[in-house]
């Protein structure tokens, strides 16, 4: 028989935050791993050559395209690592609300426990009072 306590309902609250902070985490690990594949797109771009023998026009406007790409890999290089920080804070947050969550599941489940050993506790004082009663009533 599970017994109910008061701490059910704070346990559903804690396990419903460990949720959403799993949720955000799997979110920010999500951002981080796309972040990163543009940063790496980008990266490419930015390697390349693309000057060819053209007139100086062409090879200005290539120019400013390549800068441009280089500076797009790193603002996208910024934006992984701020991604990345965001996938620790989220991780610390998870791992908090786990530990709270953990917390209270220990405390019912410990006082389930309790209310377990006093029922057996009752009934067998209930069961001794009868046999005794048997015990006198039979003489």
Known sequence: MTYRTRLDAV?????????????????????????????TALRQVAARDHRQGSSASHWDIVERAHTRALSEARAADKAVEAAKKNVVAAQGVQQHAYKQAEVVRHAVQAKRAEMTR???????????EIASLRHWHMR
């Open 11 to 39: 346990v559903r609250i804690r396990e419903r935050q460990e949720e959403r902070a799993e949720k955000a985490l799997a979110a920010a690990n999500s951002h981080a791993v796309k972040t990163e594949e543009r940063a």
């Open 118 to 128: 006093e029922a057996a506790r009752k009934e067998t004082r209930e069961l001794d």
